[in-house]
């Protein structure tokens, strides 16, 4: 039986090209979708991240003679990564780069001498690595 | 000896001329078969490199500052995606604004956008900044 079908089908030439190229085609949609769609899962895993991750700033105080600082707790599921810190008041808005590790669940004093503590009203933020942004303002 | 039997084969291939178009037919398709396939693969792959960047596009605003000092509103901006970035548009309260263009991030880059727009101290605005590949940041703003 099996050797019937064999020897049929290595007599029988016809239709092999359409085959090749519907094979050949095949390979190349399975590559733009597979493609398309692991980047696709990938994008939304970090929105996902991105979506879960909370960090808050519960309070900054004046640190020596001129420096900040500034406890700041990671109240979400992920680990984050701090990396700019801006102060801004009424005449300027200033960006400090930063790189602080919180696990979950941590709290840290975050101590800056290079960062003077502002004199009047000013709203200090935290930017994360996945672009999420905490805020405390101190009239 | 051996040159006598070389020299004899190629005698031989020069002078039998039977089955030379099979030969070339098959040739061409092979020719052409190769390019086509090429030519999908080239395709393929702008194709779905567009698609990743256009998908992996993830700008945000650190800060917006009303600079009353230039009389401008000045735009911090991250790039936190996949994929380069570049500002083609800023709208305030709907209307095209200038700005010190081209703006251009690259991968985890940051910098000012500066907004030349003359605001108003106590009103809101509607700031919606569009990439290059339709990607739109856009959020509420209130002047100082």
Redesign the interface.
């Known amino acids: 039986m099996l050797q019937a079908i064999t020897k049929r089908l290595k007599r029988e030439k016809r239709g092999i090209s359409t085959v090749i190229v519907v094979m050949l085609s095949l390979v190349l949609v399975v590559m733009i979708v597979g493609n398309v769609v692991l980047w696709s899962y990938q994008m939304n895993q970090l929105d996902m991240d991105r979506m879960q991750e909370t960090v808050t700033i519960t309070d900054v105080k004046k640190h020596g003679s001129s420096g900040t600082s500034m406890d700041i707790k990671n109240t979400g599921p992920l680990s984050l990564r701090i990396v700019a810190v801006w102060i801004s008041t009424s005449t300027t808005h200033q960006r400090y780069d930063a790189d602080l590790f919180l696990n979950s669940g941590e709290s840290v004093t975050y101590i800056r001498e290079d960062i003077e503590f502002p004199k009047d009203a000013f709203v200090a933020k935290v930017i994360t690595e996945r672009g999420n942004v905490a805020v405390f303002s101190e009239d | 000896m051996r040159r006598k039997k070389v020299k004899k084969l190629v005698k031989r291939f020069l002078r039998d001329k039977r089955a030379i178009t099979p030969v070339l037919s098959h040739l061409l398709l092979t020719v052409v078969a190769v390019a086509i ?1 090429s030519l ?2 080239s395709a ?1 792959f702008m ?2 490199t567009n ?2 960047e256009t ?2 596009e ?1 700008v ?1 605003v ?2 917006v ?1 009303f600079n009353s ?1 230039t009389g401008t509103v ?1 735009v ?1 901006m ?1 790039n ?1 995606g ?1 994929a380069d970035s570049q500002v083609s548009g800023v709208y305030v309260n709907h209307v095209d604004e200038s700005f010190n263009g081209p703006f251009r991030l690259e991968v985890n880059k ?1 910098g000012w956008l500066r907004i030349a727009y003359s605001w108003d101290s106590g009103e809101s605005y509607y700031i919606d900044i569009v990439t290059t590949r339709g990607t739109h940041v856009a959020s509420y703003y209130k002047a ?1």
């Open positions: 396939m999908a693969t393929t194709i779905t698609l990743r998908m992996g993830r945000i650190e800060d500052w000092a000045d911090y991250r936190v996949k940051h100082p």
